[in-house]
Nanobody, 124 residues
C-alpha cells in the first residue's frame, strides 16, 4: 500500500509555471507506475501524464504535450509535474495516483491509490 500527498499548487498568471510534487510513503514506491490527473469544476477527472516504474517511459495527454513534464526519483519516493506555459484551461485540482500494472496507464479506473489533490488556478 502507498499513501500519496500532493503539494505545489497555487495561483499563477497565464504563461507562467508551477511545479507540483507528490510525496509517497512506503518502501515499495518503485513498484508503482505513477500518473497525474486533473479535474476542473463541473468536469470529469482526466488524464494528464504518466510515468513508468523506472521512469524510463512517459506519456502525456495531447492538451499538455510539450508544456508539462513528469519525472520521478525512486530514491526520494517522489513524483513531479513541471508545468510551463500555463493556460486558463489548465485550472483544476491536480491529483497524483499510483498503479500496480506494468507499463504506462492512462485510464483512471486502473489506478489503485490517490492523493487528496492540489488546486492549480491560472488567471488570464
Amino acid at each position: 500500500q502507498v499513501q500519496l500527498e500532493e503539494s505545489g499548487g497555487g495561483l499563477v498568471q497565464a504563461g507562467g509555471s508551477l511545479r507540483l510534487s507528490c510525496a509517497a510513503s512506503g518502501r515499495t514506491f518503485s513498484s508503482y507506475g505513477m500518473g497525474w490527473f486533473r479535474q476542473a469544476p463541473g468536469k470529469e477527472r482526466e488524464f494528464v501524464a504518466a510515468i513508468s516504474r523506472s521512469g524510463g517511459y512517459t506519456y502525456y495527454a495531447d492538451s499538455v504535450k510539450g508544456r508539462f513534464t513528469i519525472s520521478r526519483d525512486n530514491a526520494k519516493n517522489g513524483v513531479w509535474l513541471q508545468m510551463n506555459s500555463l493556460k486558463p484551461e489548465d485550472t483544476a485540482v491536480y491529483y497524483c495516483a499510483a498503479q500496480l500494472r506494468t507499463g504506462i496507464e492512462t485510464t483512471l479506473k486502473n489506478y489503485n491509490y490517490w492523493g487528496q489533490g492540489t488546486q492549480v488556478t491560472v488567471s488570464s
